[in-house]
Structure formats: C-alpha cells, structure tokens
C-alpha cells in the first residue's frame, strides 16, 4: 500500500509541477528542478528517488516533438485563419488543458493544435451558405494518437460552426464504447456510463452548463430505435453541438438514417436538411465501409448507408481516419445513382507526423529498431500448420488440449514485466498482455479457459513459495528464474528483489475475453491504482481498440493481408519507461511479411511526402499506390473475397530491392557465390573495363539488360526475403527492356575503401581477378527454417547514399537539390538507368566469421515515365494462387463480426 501511495504522490507532483511551468516560454532542466523543490515539500513521503523520477518523465514530457505532416489536396482556400480571430474559442481550450492534464508534452499539444486548425481548414467554413460537401482522410500510425487527433477536431469545429458530429466508431461494440468514454472525457464532458451523469474530463473545471453539447449516445447505449423515438426535437432544433458515437454496423445507421429524415419538413424524397452543417468522422475508414462490389452499378449495404447519411445533409464534410489507407486508395468516386459519390478522399489526404516517443513499425520491424522485442515461436502447430495446440488452420470447433510452452512463457514474461514496473516505481500504471490466436470466439473463449487454469496454478505458487529460500524448487519459481536471466538480467534489479515482487505483481492479473459475446470491458478510468489484464481475442483487438501499458503481445494469426496485419499490431503506441521489457511471440511467417509491410509502407509515405512537395492531388497519390509493389495485400481484401480476379500488376518503378535474407545451405550457398563470380568474368570477357577508382568499388557501365535477367533468374532466392521473389521482378526487369527500351545496366561490385581486418581483402576467382575489399556485417537472425540468415543485424547491406554510383556530377547535383530526407529517393528520381549492386561480404557473430563471401545484391530501380500502364504477367491472380504464393488466409471482418 505505501508503493501505491507513492506512486500517487509522485503523480500528484508532477501534475502541479507541470501546472506551474507548462505556460513559460523558456523551461530548461534546471527550472524544472527549482520548481519541483519549491513544490516537493507538500510531499514528505518522497525519497530523494521518487523526486528524481519525477523530474526525469517532466523532462521527458517537454522534450518530446512532433512533426505537422504533410498534405495532398485538390484546390482549396483554406479559410479558417481569415475569421480566426471572430471565433469564441471554448471546447478547444478546455480540451488542450485537458490533454496537459493526462501527461501529452507541451510541444506535442502545440503541434496538435496546429494540426487540427490544419484540417479543420481544409474541412468547409460551416458558415457557408448552400449546398457544399468535403470529402478528406487523416492518416496517422497505428495506437499513434488519432482519436485525440479527431476529437481535438471536433472541439475546434464546434467552436466554429458544425452543429452536427456523427463518429463512426469501428464495427466493434468494444471500441464504439472506448471511443463514447473518450468524447465524453475530451468534448462533452459528462460521465453516461450511469445515470448520474457527474462531470468527468473537460467537463470537471470552468464547466458552463450553456454550452453543453448533446449526446443521443451513451457508453452502455448506441443509437436505436428506442433511443430514436424517445426524442421529441428535431436536429435543427438544437443550440450546442449534438454528437453521435454508433458503431459501424447497418441497424444503426438505418436507425440514425431514419430519425433524421424525419427532422426534413417536406415530401420530396431529395430534400435535405439546411443550415445544420454536420462532420463525419469515419474512425477505421478502410474496415467495412468501402464498397466491395463488383458491379460498379452496387454498393455493399454499409457504404451506401453512409453516402446516403450524408446525402441527407446540404452541408457536411466526410472525415475517415486511418492508419492502413491503400485500400481506400483504390476507391472508384463514379457518382452513383442518387446516392451520390463514393468515399474517395478526393478533396484532401492530411498525414500525420507521430510524436517523437512514438513507439512504432520502424522501432521493431524497420531501420530504427533499438530493442531485439520479437520472438519466433514453432510450438503452436506442427510443420503441417494443420494440428498441434494452437494450428494457424483450423475451426471453431477446435479443442484446447493445453497450452504451447511459448504461451507459458509469455504469459510469465507478463508476471516479470509487472514485477519491474513495480520496482521502478510505475506499480499503479496500467499492464496489458495481448493473445490473439484465433479469429473465432468459441475459440477464444476455450483458450482463456485454460490461461485461466494457468493464472491460478501461478498465482498459488508464487503465493506460497516467493519468501523462501527453496522458492526455486517449485517449476513455476524456476522458470521465472530461467526467463529472467535470459531475457531481463539487465533491467536493472537482481533475482532477490524480483522474487520478493512476484507476488504483488501476479495476485491482481485478471483475464479478460474481449470479442462480441464477452461482458469484459477495458475500463481502465475506472482502476486509479492500475488495471492488470491478460486480454484474449480477435479482431476486437485488431481494430482500433487499445490496450493501456501493453508490452507482451502472442499473435498467431493467418493473414498476411497488409491492413489486417498492421492493425493486429496493438503493439505499437507508447512506451514511455518500459520499451526496453517488450516482448512480441509470433511465427517467423509473420515477422517476415511485417519486416516487408514496413518497408513497403515506407516507401509509399516518402512519396507521399514527395507529392505533398510538388503540390499533388490525392488522385495523383492514388495512381502512385496502384502500381506499388505490394498491390495485392492491398487489394485482396477489397476484391478477392468476392470473387473478382486479380492481375498481378508489380511495379518496381523508383524502388530499392535487396535480399534481405540469404539461402546458407551448402549446395545454394555455393551456387550463389558462383553465379557472382561467373557473372563478373562476363563482365570483364565482354570487354565492360570496370572503372576501378570509384570511391564504392568497380563499376560496369552499360551491361547489357540479359546479363541482369539471367543472373536474377539463376539466384536461388530465400522464401523469406520477399523484396526479391524472382518471378515478378523477373518479369518487370524484362518489361523494362521490351517496353520501357532500358536495355542497358550499371552493375557496381562494391569494395571498400580501407580494411579494418585482414580478411576483408580478396580475389575474385577468376581468369583476370579482381581485388576488393569485402564489407562487414553483423549476422542477423537465422531463419526459422534454419535454412538462412539475415544479411545484418540490421536486414539491410545498403548504407544510405549508395544509390548514387553510376549517376553523373549533373544528376547527384540535381538530386541533392531535391532536399529529400531520403537521399536514395533523389538519385532514383534522377538515374536513367538501373542499378545492379553486388555485395561480397563477411558475415561475422562476435567478431567471428560466420558466412565468407556471403553474395548478397540489391537493385536501384529509375523512375520511369511511361505513356501506358504497366500490365504484369497476364494471368489472373484467384484464391488459389494466393494460397500458393501467400500462404493460407483468412478475413477477420467477415468471419468474426455480421456488420451487414
């Protein structure tokens, strides 16, 4: 109990130290310090620690940025800072002290209100009289921050006119119900999870009752026929704001449909509500309300409910929100019928910069990543994927025998990372562990069944053994003890004070079933002192929903569909003082297609950022997604379910590919390094002199585009290094020199320019060798096949700016001027021809040769200007291929939730 009394002191103090400092122009560490002295003493309880930590989250808080994004838009006169000065500002202020009040960084809150006025900006004056409509996406990153971004939206709108807000919350009542809890914490103020409706968030300081927005939505109540024939006014007849929160689901919209048709006081089918101008936020704009029909003279029933809501209204504006927004990319905005237009954010597309304390894809799957968080499990299933405990195939029927080690273990792992949270001092913080193992709720509720089994043994056994000194003796101690030492020894705390926290940090654990049927809510306002949860589920958890201190996450799941994957990642989000304890559990088939989802993804905000630069429309961003290389993951979703056939259309124009993985079996390893040498040996029988004194090694200019195509048809590729999968570049490199007449290559060898080893020096073995100077790198992970290796630590060969060998002085020139934060993209805007690097490298474990000579290559590929689209191979992509190519799939919206 004096833990947790500390804990609320400490966070009592740094709300009043950050009430007196957050409005001063300069704040430094050292008034930080001065403050939290002057402030400290009301706090006699407080070691000299807890004061330093204290100081250290404030200054953590006020060093965190966050960038403005950038934005696509048609032609628009941005119109909100001509009357921005006549706007009787209230709901924004309130909400911005608010979001200081829950720990957002000052800087933070600062481009936040920057961003919002942004949008709000594209979005149409509400005093505009006539018929207008809007249609925009925000974009953001998954658990990044966009309901704060959106209700900080709404307040602002509210201040500036819009009458109306209808939020559609996701096709989850979990989420519709989080989403409710925070309107009513961030914009209208009142409690409704009961009828005493007390006045909680921006409700609870400065409150004017005058100003109170109306709400025909509750936590516990969505909108529905009840609720629609209890009210006795029509929208227009409302003062302040009126706001809905409905789930994304078709009783419900033909509910609200229905109720508002009746405020239109006329017999004509087409009129429309006036002078209530209303916003629409489609919170997850990607999940269920695009239209997936085929014929273009239909919509599928949640897609045209929500044209024709807005249709009802003269003026409004449509606002989606998401973080996986391809698929609303390939949206086909032909009017339709009276409905009028499909959703394609044909107006605006606004990207949002994640705050700096953003712990996302890049931190875990990309470039950036600090922290060795991932870890292959096997023991879910056989080598089938048909049987075992958990198989990634299987029914609703499906009977949980027992749970696979690895489960154990992360559930344990779970038990550690609550036990150091509570020795540094966060022992009243939320923790939240993620199992999504099945998309079917019979299913999960049997494996929470047996989690359930597990937590009690557990807990008993800590209970009984955590002070003694034969603690160890009992399995459940052991393995504890084991998982420590390997995966935590480092945190900072030795065994002895772990285990004297055991207890403490497994007795409050609960475990939570969050899908359709279960009763479970994460109400986490409602724990002061932490709510402690294992949450099991499916799509539930993969839409929107977040887990509050989430840091050990098992996800066996089988899709490899872009969107479906990413926002499985509940794992991203913020961190903030446990980064270092996360953990994520899942089969190397996953990590794979995440490894290439961030990077894919990567490459397409870079040109989003390139187009926002040049001015372009989101139609021009849309033509770009059509030709990405990861088209199909896109697509798949949309139209592969319906039964329309996919031409496989790759389109490697302006990217970088590299085998991020290598083949190290003997007799593949072997002909790869052959295939290296033979190739150079061509190069140099064929009279390509290499110029030998370029600074990155010897480079052949002008290499005939079959040399390439052979040497990329006779690679023996990894599965797993997806960038290079010979089929489809082989067939794009060939178009290249049938369509594009890029009939000629650069081929580099790279060679350093000095040895820090001795081994890095050596021969190639041919008839007139060449020397080179072999790069180094640390291996990667193996495989989970065990039949390769990563090609480093890092899954990357190619250092930043290698991408420029065969340009001219004039092009780097041109390149650089381009000022992109991504140089490679410069020299590719600018190359005229392709690049082929071949990489002959040592990789070493500890200092040590492991791989000698490993060959490893990679492709700069030109942007190339075509006056026709780019077809593919012409055969039609159905379900079966998929299968082969892909693996087995599955589709989450449709098997776990009726939204129709």
């Known amino acids: 109990m004096t833990e947790i009394n500390s804990d609320l002191q400490m966070s009592e103090l740094e709300k009043m130290v950050v009430a007196v400092i957050e409005n001063q122009k300069s704040i430094t560490k050292d008034f930080i310090g001065e403050t939290i002295a002057r402030v400290s003493p009301i706090f006699p309880n407080l070691t000299s620690e807890h004061i330093n930590k204290v100081q250290k989250h404030i200054e953590e808080r006020f060093s965190f940025t966050m960038g403005i994004g950038d934005v696509l838009q048609e032609d628009f006169t941005p119109w909100l800072s001509e009357v921005k000065g006549e706007i009787d500002w209230y709901y924004w202020p309130k909400y911005r002290d608010h979001l200081i009040g829950k720990g957002f960084g000052p800087k933070v809150v600062a481009t936040l209100d920057d961003v919002t006025e942004r949008i709000l900006s594209l979005a149409e004056n509400p005093n505009k009289t006539g018929n207008w409509e809007r249609k925009g996406m925000v974009v953001g990153h998954v658990q990044s921050g966009k309901t704060a971004n959106y209700v900080g939206l709404i307040s602002k709108a509210a201040d500036a006119g819009y009458k109306v807000f209808i939020v559609i919350a996701g096709i989850t009542n979990s989420l519709r119900k989080q989403t409710q809890m925070r309107i009513e914490q961030g914009f209208t103020g009142r409690d409704t999870t009961n009828d005493k409706f007390t006045q909680v968030g921006v409700g609870i300081k400065d409150y004017n009752s005058k100003k109170q927005p109306v709400t025909f939505t509750t936590v516990h109540k969505d909108f529905n026929k009840n609720t629609a024939s209890q009210v006795g006014a029509n929208i227009q007849s409302f003062a302040n704001p009126v706001v809905f929160v409905i789930k994304k689901n078709t009783n419900t919209l033909q509910n609200i449909i229905n109720w508002l048709r009746q405020s239109i006081q006329s017999n004509d089918e087409m009129a429309k509500i006036d002078d209530v101008p209303m916003m629409l936020i489609d919170d997850e704009a990607d999940n269920a309300s695009i239209n997936t029909k085929q014929n273009p003279d239909e919509t599928s029933r949640i897609n045209a409910l929500i044209r024709e809501l807005l249709s009802i209204f003269k003026e409004k504006c449509y606002i989606g929100y998401t973080a996986t927004p391809f698929a609303n990319i390939f949206i086909d905005d032909t009017p339709l019928n009276k409905i009028g237009g499909d959703l394609f954010p044909r107006d605006f597309i606004y990207s949002l910069d994640a705050p700096s304390n953003y712990y996302g894809a890049n931190k875990i799957f990309g470039s950036e990543d600090v922290y060795d968080i991932v870890r292959i499990i096997s023991d879910h299933q056989n080598e089938t994927g048909k049987t075992g405990l958990l198989p990634l195939v299987h029914k609703k029927d499906l009977e949980i025998e027992d749970l696979p080690q690895s489960l154990i273990d992360a559930v344990n792992m779970f038990f550690l990372v609550r036990a150091i949270r509570i020795l ?402 410069s020299y590719r805007l600018n190359r005229t021809k392709p690049l082929l690097i071949l990489f002959l490298t040592n990789l070493e474990n500890d200092g040590i040769v492991v791989y000698e000579h490993a060959p490893v290559y990679g492709i700069s590929f030109p942007f190339i200007h075509r006056d026709y689209e780019y077809e593919g191979e012409e055969y039609v992509a159905n379900i079966q291929w998929m299968k082969e190519n892909f693996g087995l799939l599955e589709n989450d919206d449709e098997a776990e939730y009726d939204i129709e």
């Open 424 to 825: 540094r001092g966060d022992g009243t913080k939320h923790n939240s562990m993620l199992v999504n193992v099945s998309r079917f709720n019979d299913v999960q509720q049997r494996v929470r069944e047996k989690l359930v089994e597990y937590l009690i043994e557990a807990q008993n056994s800590i209970r009984y053994s955590y002070k003694m000194s034969t603690a160890l003796e009992n399995p459940v101690m052991a393995n504890l003890k084991e998982l420590f030492d390997a995966e935590y020894a480092g945190c900072g705390f030795s065994w002895v004070q772990m285990q004297g926290k055991l207890h403490d940090a497994t007795a409050p654990i609960k475990i939570y079933t969050i899908n359709q049927h279960s009763q479970d809510a994460l109400d986490y306002e409602n724990y002061q002192n932490g709510l402690n949860i294992i949450a099991v589920g499916g799509l539930a958890l993969s839409r929107g929903l977040t887990l509050e201190g989430l840091s050990i996450s098992y996800l066996v799941r089988n899709t490899m569909m872009y969107d479906t994957l990413m926002q499985m990642g509940r794992w991203f989000g913020y961190r903030d003082g446990y980064e270092d304890l996360c953990r994520i559990y899942m089969p190397k088939e996953s990590r794979a297609w995440y490894e290439f989802i961030t990077e894919a993804t990567n490459e397409l905000i870079s040109d989003f950022k390139y187009m926002a630069s040049l001015g372009l429309s989101p139609k021009n961003f849309g033509l770009r997604v059509k030709k990405s290389p990861f088209k199909l993951l896109i697509t798949a979703k949309n139209k592969m379910w319906h039964g329309t056939p996919i031409i496989e259309k790759v389109d490697l124009s302006g990217e970088y590919v590299e085998t991020r993985r290598i083949l190290t079996t003997q007799n593949a390893f072997d002909a790869n390094q052959r295939l290296f040498f033979n190739v150079i040996e061509k190069l140099q029988s064929q009279n390509h002199l290499a110029t030998s004194n370029i600074e990155n090694g010897y480079l052949w200019q002008d290499v005939s585009a079959d040399i390439v195509l052979d040497f990329i048809r006779d690679y023996k590729n990894h599965d797993d290094s997806i960038d290079t999968q010979m089929p489809s570049m082989h067939r794009f490199v060939l178009n290249m020199k049938d369509r594009d007449n890029l009939n000629l290559w650069d081929v580099v060898l790279i060679s350093l320019g000095k040895a820090q080893k001795d081994n890095q020096y050596f021969d190639i073995p041919i008839w007139n060798p060449i020397k080179i100077i072999q790069p180094m790198r640390t291996a990667g992970k193996l495989t989970a096949d065990g039949k390769g290796v990563e090609v480093s630590s890092r899954r990357r060969m190619a250092s930043q700016g290698i991408e420029r060998i065969g340009l001219t002085p004039e092009q780097i020139k041109n390149a650089d001027k381009m000022g992109l934060a991504n140089k490679d993209k």
